[in-house]
Structures are given as structure tokens and as C-alpha cells.
């Protein structure tokens, strides 16, 4: 570690994650930039699939201890030991926990995360973490932010979409009020937080785009020889996230449906696991789509890259729940395009920063089935358009979304938090 560069805690709530590929890169970048890192993981990992890359992340990593007993040993010790290194930080941080519980009504969920920033407290002391950062303003930006009250060091956090949406506003203004500052991953978020926030606290917020790999996304057809199984002749709609509301699936089976009934010829794969999977089979099945969609779960990196490689379009439609639930810019959309796949998404949340309608992707109306038919046909006939957005999309992410270069602004903003 230089005198310059502070040794970063991450506060993540499960760590690594298939889905958050977009925090691995971060992580990624920012030990690339020689920033010292070290993770403290809520909760231990998915018996999911993991990304090869997860295996070139340096940083140690904290977790609780697997049994009870351990659990409730770990975590008393550290709430002793900080409580007697800093008494009155540790009587601070005990009064916000108390005052939040009131506030909130959530007298369970707040004890929960006030035991937990003990024991990672004690870990930034072991550590000596000089910045915590949390990804999502909801349990790990309230530990990092009690844990920074314990250590008297400053926290910050990255706000994304659930969290940022679905958090009461009053809410997110005092935890925003106490941060050092706070990243968000798109101009629309900005543009929502200012909406709310007192003047005084804008320049809190910093606008960083999540990172994409491009070194894994090579040009030309390194992807020519992986095998996608059967009906690998027709051409192929690609979609990948996680099997819940926001993402629009069940709207891209129904315009699957309607290209269908049109004669077009084509297959599906929607990649990805979650809660409406058993709907979504049920409504392939109600369709007679059983031959041509298929969702073969969630997987891999190295495997994901097969079908980027050879899909003939990439599509994607989010959209906005009626509890406020939203995207931000969904990583896939960004990988797609860095893959050199033409894509097709709605025009949602901070979607169209990413895809300039006509020029890098093509937009569509969120809810509408019958204009994402209408749109994937047009694209799987027109094959001058495809190669046209494909070009256009990769040199938009070399722009504006490669890792690399993302990484460097967070790091300057972490070595300025320990500056006098």
C-alpha cells in the first residue's frame, strides 16, 4: 500500500454472485489500479455457478463463521473489542442503530445489521481498512455506515435500481447525508436523486457506469467453434437475466409467439434462473413454444460467451413494476454489444444512455409484445441493419463502458476520502 492509495473494505451482501458480474469487475479493475481491497461478504455464497474470473480477485475475504455457537462467539468478540479500542464511537453507533429502529419501525432488521458492523468493524481494525464502500444503499450500505461510526473511517456506497427505488426517499437522503459520496450507474438515477436531495448534497452524487471486460469480448470469431446444441442453424434470439418481473420475460415469449405465427423462423434461449420459472415454462408450454424456447438456467461466464458469440440478436425488455422496481442498464445489454450482437431493448430507466435508438440498438416501447415482434422480425430479415448496429454498439462500449477505465475515476475518489 502507498501513502496514497487506502486499503478498501467492500461490504457485500453475498459474495461472489453469478449475477453481479458488473461489482467483479470493479473489483477486478481496481486491484489492476494497485488499490488494495479486502471484501466483507453478509452472507456466504450461492450454490450457484461461479465466473472463472472470481478466481483473479486478490482480496481476502471475511465472512461470518457456518455454525451458531462460532457465529455468536465472532461477532460478541467484535463488538467487545470495538467497544472498548473507541467507547464513545461505539456508544454513537449504538444511539444511530436504537434511533433508525424507531424511525423505521424495523427493530429486527436494524439489530441485524448493528451485529453484523461489529463484527466487520473488528475486521477493519485487524485490517486496517481505511475506506468501507458498499454496493446497494439497502443492509450493506447500513453496516458500512455503522462500521465507519466504530472505526471513525469514511464509507461510501454505489446505489443501483431496487435499492435505489424501493428505498423511502427520507431514507436514502440521511444515508446519503452521511456518506463521503455516492456512486450510481446511471444519468437517470442522478437526475432522480437530485430530485430529492438538498442542493448542498449533489455533489455527493458521481455518475460511473458499470464496467464491461472487453478483453473478454474479442472481435471477429473466436466464438465460431462452441457448440449451442440443436436447431443450431436458425438464427438465434438471446436474453439473459434473472427470471423475475422487472426483466420483461414473459413479454419476450409472448412476441416469440406472435414471430412464430408469422411464420418466421428462429429459436429462443433466455438463460437465467429465479422465481418465475416455473410461470414462464407454463407459458411456453400454453404457446406450443416448447421446441424453440428454451431456458437452460443460469450459467458461467465462459459458457455465456458461446451464445453472445453467435446470437443473431440480443434482446432485452424491462420494465417498471407497480412497486417502483426498475432496471438500471441491465450488464447483459452491455455485453451483448460488446460481443458485437445487435440489440433490442425497451426504453426504460437509464436503458437509452446505453442504446441510442437506431444507432447502437434499437428501442422499444416497455409492455408491448406485439412492437418487439414487429422489431426482432425486422432485425432477423435485415442483415446490412445488423451489422450497421453491431458496429456501432461495440465502439460504444469501448467509449464509454470499459472497465478499465470506469475503475479509475472510483479510485480517485476513494485515495481524495483519506486526504486531509
Same mark, same amino acid.
Given at each position: 500500500?502507498?501513502?496514497?492509495?487506502?486499503?478498501?473494505?467492500?461490504?457485500?451482501?453475498?459474495?461472489?454472485?453469478?449475477?453481479?458480474t458488473?461489482?467483479?469487475n470493479?473489483?477486478?479493475?481496481?486491484?489492476?489500479?494497485?488499490?488494495?481491497?479486502?471484501?466483507?461478504?453478509?452472507?456466504?455464497?450461492?450454490?450457484?455457478?461461479?465466473?472463472?474470473?472470481?478466481?483473479?480477485?486478490?482480496?481476502?475475504?471475511?465472512?461470518?463463521?457456518?455454525s451458531?455457537?462460532?457465529?455468536?462467539?465472532? !461477532? /460478541? %468478540?467484535?463488538?467487545? @473489542?470495538?467497544?472498548?479500542?473507541a467507547?464513545?464511537?461505539?456508544? *454513537? #453507533?449504538?444511539? $444511530?442503530? =436504537?434511533?433508525?429502529s424507531?424511525?423505521?419501525?424495523?427493530?429486527?432488521?436494524v439489530?441485524?445489521?448493528?451485529?453484523?458492523?461489529?463484527?466487520?468493524?473488528?475486521?477493519?481494525l485487524?485490517?486496517?481498512?481505511?475506506?468501507?464502500?458498499?454496493?446497494?444503499?439497502?443492509?450493506?450500505?447500513? !453496516? /458500512? %455506515?455503522?462500521?465507519? @461510526?466504530?472505526?471513525?473511517?469514511?464509507?461510501?456506497?454505489?446505489? *443501483? #435500481?431496487?435499492? $435505489?427505488? =424501493?428505498?423511502?426517499?427520507?431514507?436514502?437522503?440521511?444515508?446519503?447525508?452521511?456518506?463521503?459520496?455516492?456512486?450510481?450507474?446511471?444519468?437517470?438515477?442522478?437526475?432522480?436523486?437530485?430530485?430529492?436531495?438538498?442542493?448542498?448534497?449533489?455533489?455527493?452524487?458521481?455518475l460511473?457506469?458499470?464496467?464491461?471486460?472487453?478483453?473478454?469480448?474479442?472481435?471477429?470469431?473466436?466464438?465460431?467453434?462452441?457448440?449451442?446444441?440443436?436447431?443450431?442453424? =436458425?438464427?438465434?434470439?438471446?436474453?439473459?437475466?434473472?427470471?423475475?418481473?422487472?426483466k420483461g420475460?414473459?413479454?419476450?415469449?409472448?412476441?416469440?409467439?406472435?414471430?412464430?405465427?408469422?411464420?418466421?423462423?428462429?429459436?429462443?434461449?433466455?438463460?437465467?434462473?429465479?422465481?418465475?420459472?416455473?410461470?414462464?415454462?407454463?407459458?411456453?408450454?400454453?404457446?406450443?413454444l416448447?421446441?424453440?424456447?428454451?431456458?437452460?438456467?443460469?450459467?458461467?461466464?465462459?459458457?455465456?460467451?458461446?451464445?453472445?458469440?453467435?446470437?443473431?440478436?440480443?434482446?432485452?425488455?424491462?420494465?417498471?413494476?407497480?412497486?417502483?422496481?426498475?432496471?438500471?442498464?441491465?450488464?447483459?445489454?452491455?455485453?451483448?454489444?460488446?460481443?458485437?450482437?445487435?440489440?433490442?431493448?425497451t426504453?426504460?430507466?437509464?436503458?437509452?444512455?446505453?442504446?441510442?435508438?437506431?444507432?447502437?440498438?434499437?428501442?422499444?416501447?416497455?409492455?408491448?409484445?406485439?412492437?418487439?415482434?414487429?422489431?426482432?422480425?425486422?432485425?432477423?430479415?435485415?442483415?446490412?441493419?445488423?451489422?450497421?448496429?453491431?458496429?456501432?454498439?461495440?465502439?460504444?462500449?469501448?467509449?464509454?463502458?470499459?472497465?478499465?477505465?470506469?475503475?479509475?475515476?472510483?479510485?480517485?475518489?476513494?485515495?481524495?476520502?483519506?486526504?486531509?
Amino acid at each position: 500500500m502507498t501513502a496514497t492509495t487506502p486499503t478498501v473494505g467492500y461490504v457485500l451482501k453475498r459474495y461472489p454472485r453469478l449475477s453481479e458480474t458488473f461489482i467483479l469487475n470493479e473489483m477486478r479493475a481496481l486491484e489492476r489500479l494497485d488499490t488494495p481491497l479486502h471484501i466483507f461478504s453478509l452472507l456466504r455464497p450461492e450454490d450457484a455457478p461461479r465466473h472463472p474470473t472470481v478466481s483473479e480477485v486478490r482480496a481476502t475475504v471475511t465472512y461470518l463463521p457456518l455454525s451458531w455457537p462460532r457465529i455468536i462467539f465472532a !461477532v /460478541a %468478540r467484535g463488538h467487545a @473489542v470495538v467497544a472498548a479500542r473507541a467507547p464513545l464511537r461505539y456508544l *454513537h #453507533a449504538t444511539g $444511530l442503530a =436504537l434511533w433508525w429502529s424507531i424511525r423505521t419501525r424495523r427493530p429486527l432488521s436494524v439489530g441485524k445489521q448493528f451485529l453484523r458492523s461489529g463484527y466487520v468493524a473488528h475486521g477493519c481494525l485487524q485490517n486496517n481498512i481505511q475506506h468501507l464502500h458498499a454496493h446497494f444503499a439497502n443492509a450493506p450500505a447500513t !453496516v /458500512a %455506515r455503522l462500521a465507519g @461510526v466504530m472505526c471513525n473511517i469514511p464509507y461510501s456506497f454505489t446505489t *443501483h #435500481a431496487k435499492d $435505489l427505488y =424501493l428505498t423511502p426517499q427520507e431514507v436514502m437522503r440521511r444515508r446519503i447525508e452521511s456518506a463521503h459520496f455516492v456512486l450510481t450507474c446511471t444519468r437517470y438515477n442522478v437526475e432522480y436523486l437530485r430530485g430529492f436531495l438538498p442542493r448542498q448534497d449533489w455533489d455527493k452524487i458521481h455518475l460511473v457506469y458499470h464496467g464491461i471486460d472487453l478483453a473478454a469480448f474479442p472481435q471477429g470469431d473466436s466464438f465460431a467453434d462452441l457448440p449451442l446444441g440443436e436447431n443450431a442453424d =436458425l438464427p438465434l434470439i438471446l436474453s439473459v437475466g434473472r427470471l423475475v418481473p422487472k426483466k420483461g420475460m414473459r413479454d419476450l415469449v409472448t412476441a416469440c409467439h406472435l414471430l412464430h405465427s408469422r411464420g418466421v423462423a428462429f429459436r429462443c434461449v433466455i438463460i437465467g434462473e429465479g422465481p418465475l420459472r416455473q410461470e414462464l415454462e407454463t407459458h411456453i408450454a400454453e404457446l406450443g413454444l416448447t421446441a424453440m424456447v428454451t431456458l437452460p438456467g443460469a450459467m458461467a461466464h465462459d459458457r455465456l460467451l458461446a451464445f453472445y458469440g453467435q446470437a443473431t440478436v440480443f434482446a432485452l425488455a424491462p420494465h417498471v413494476t407497480e412497486d417502483g422496481d426498475r432496471d438500471g442498464i441491465p450488464n447483459v445489454l452491455a455485453e451483448a454489444m460488446a460481443a458485437g450482437t445487435p440489440v433490442v431493448s425497451t426504453a426504460v430507466s437509464g436503458i437509452p444512455e446505453l442504446i441510442e435508438d437506431g444507432r447502437t440498438g434499437l428501442l422499444v416501447p416497455p409492455r408491448d409484445p406485439v412492437v418487439l415482434a414487429d422489431t426482432l422480425e425486422r432485425l432477423l430479415a435485415d442483415a446490412p441493419l445488423r451489422r450497421r448496429l453491431a458496429a456501432a454498439s461495440r465502439g460504444k462500449i469501448e467509449e464509454r463502458f470499459e472497465c478499465w477505465e470506469t475503475a479509475k475515476a472510483l479510485r480517485t475518489l476513494f485515495v481524495q476520502s483519506v486526504q486531509p
